[in-house]
């Protein structure tokens, strides 16, 4: 993989189960990004003494994720996610999957759920994937007004954009944010929950890291037993 020196193992099976468990309970990183560099560089998935980590991309990361982890992710679990049935979601990912080559897949790597993903959430910081409620946009940023909700989002998204739809993207509701000066508000914390996505995506990304290098160290200890026992 370009980028990426995957012959170099710190570790014979990647970071111990113990390392991981430790690095979670004991989270002291910055970022969700800086915890899977660590974790990546003790894997052996990449060198930080040769490349800093401000020069991975998000998208390389993603890609090391894919080497880890092989399963796919159902398509009708992005339905799931989004909290979007069938029909709409198609709709929305109508353009982006032409574009991508995605029209007719029905199961994605994690690097092709990454791109979906953030899609979906639009630039800045990523929120809780669920598609937000008009009621509750006009409940939280104008006190159940939905002739002034209505007045600035089809500024944004078009008056007949605004009507045929009952919910909303993050993508959507940040640009909506940004345009009435909201972005880093507590209204914009209650709508879109940074800090519990930021909590809820290090323990399932952390617990998959470990699943899988449970395998690998479980496997490891067969092959061992298996060649003593020979």
Excluded at 125 to 134: A, D, E, L, T, V
Excluded at 141 to 159: D, P, Q, R, T, V
Excluded at 183 to 197: G, N, T, V
Aim: glycine fraction near 6%; aromatic fraction near 16%; charge should be positive.
């Amino acid at each position: 993989m370009e980028d990426f020196d995957c012959k170099r193992k710190r570790y014979k099976n990647g970071a111990p189960v113990i390392f991981i468990i430790g690095c979670l309970i004991n989270y002291n990183f910055n970022t969700f990004r800086n915890f899977l560099v660590y974790i990546f560089h003790f894997s052996g998935y990449l060198d930080l003494k040769i490349k800093d980590s401000s020069h991975y991309t998000d998208e390389q990361l993603v890609k090391v994720l894919d080497l880890i982890y092989k399963e796919k992710i159902n398509k009708k679990d992005l339905y799931e996610i989004t909290k979007c049935n069938k029909n709409t979601f198609n709709k929305r990912f109508k353009q982006y999957f032409e574009l991508k080559g995605y029209t007719g897949k029905r199961k994605f790597t994690l690097f092709e759920t990454y791109g979906i993903l953030n899609e979906w959430q639009g630039q800045g910081r990523w929120g809780m994937m669920q598609s937000i409620k008009k009621e509750r946009l006009a409940k939280i940023i104008n006190s159940g007004n939905y002739k002034n909700l209505a007045n600035e989002f089809s500024l944004i998204i078009g008056k007949d954009n605004y009507k045929s739809k009952d919910k909303f993207s993050p993508k959507e509701v940040k640009k909506l944010l940004e345009h009435i000066d909201l972005s880093e508000s507590r209204e914009a914390e209650r709508l879109l929950k940074y800090d519990e996505f930021k909590t809820i995506s290090l323990w399932f990304f952390g617990i998959m890291i470990l699943f899988n290098a449970w395998n690998k160290n479980k496997h490891s200890l067969q092959k061992s037993t298996i060649a003593k026992i020979k």
